[in-house]
């Protein structure tokens, strides 16, 4: 796809839920941020082959590749660029593409570190558009994060708006470049309930890693989209 908002391509790739060719059914959406990671070191498609029909209602999932400088589009300089790819070209891209349920409640971003500032940024800007947002070990230092805490102090999205954030009680962190997602997902925990947000997941035993990260995924796809 190319991206006028951005000023160059993003390469899309979709999983689609067993079933969709025989049917006629609408489906959620769920577009999944640093995509290339999630189906490599996440193994997210072995996830979805075994929870989607069972536990997780049927979706269909956008692997969003990230870009070359891909810490100016995850909350650096271009994040506000990459919330408009989000909303003005992919989401028309796929809808034109795919068959879609065309609500709020039936469309979610997911990403986590980096990703998952760019997520939980596009959601809480635009809940009218996502309605439902996935989080893990976010990082929020890149430039954006004074913006965001103003989103959601803002509330237009908290009556509306599900979260799920989780991240590990040892997590990663960088002493030298002073990060800390443990911090930064339970700083943007607390300040999400305290402004009216439905939150779930919270504080696992756990320490940073995709291990751990793509352990939860299915708790994660179950928060956004359980079977009815």
Do not use: C
Request: avoid cysteine; charged fraction near 25%.
């Amino acid at each position: 796809m190319a991206s006028e908002a951005l000023g160059y391509e993003k390469k899309i790739k979709v999983w689609l839920p067993p079933g969709y060719d025989d049917s006629d059914a609408a489906y959620p959406l769920l577009v999944v941020h640093d995509g290339d990671a999630w189906l490599d070191k996440g193994m997210m498609v072995t996830t979805l082959d075994n929870v989607v029909g069972k536990t997780v209602a049927p979706m269909v999932v956008a692997f969003v590749e990230p870009y070359g400088q891909w810490w100016l589009e995850a909350g650096g300089s271009t994040t506000e660029a990459y919330v408009k790819m989000q909303v003005d070209e992919l989401l028309p891209e796929l809808e034109e593409r795919y068959r879609l349920s065309d609500s709020a409640e039936a469309r979610a971003v997911m990403g986590n570190l980096f990703y998952a500032f760019s997520s939980a940024y596009t959601a809480i800007k635009h809940p009218e558009i996502f309605g439902k947002v996935g989080i893990q070990s976010v990082y929020t230092g890149l430039g954006h994060g004074d913006d965001l805490v103003a989103l959601i102090e803002k509330g237009s999205g908290a009556k509306t708006l599900a979260v799920y954030l989780d991240w590990n009680r040892y997590d990663v962190r960088n002493v030298d470049r002073d990060w800390n997602m443990g911090d930064d997902s339970r700083n943007l925990a607390e300040l999400l309930g305290r402004s009216g947000y439905r939150v779930t997941g919270g504080e696992v035993l756990d320490s940073g890693g995709w291990g751990g990260w793509r352990n939860r995924t299915d708790q994660l796809l179950i928060a956004l989209f359980p079977m009815q």
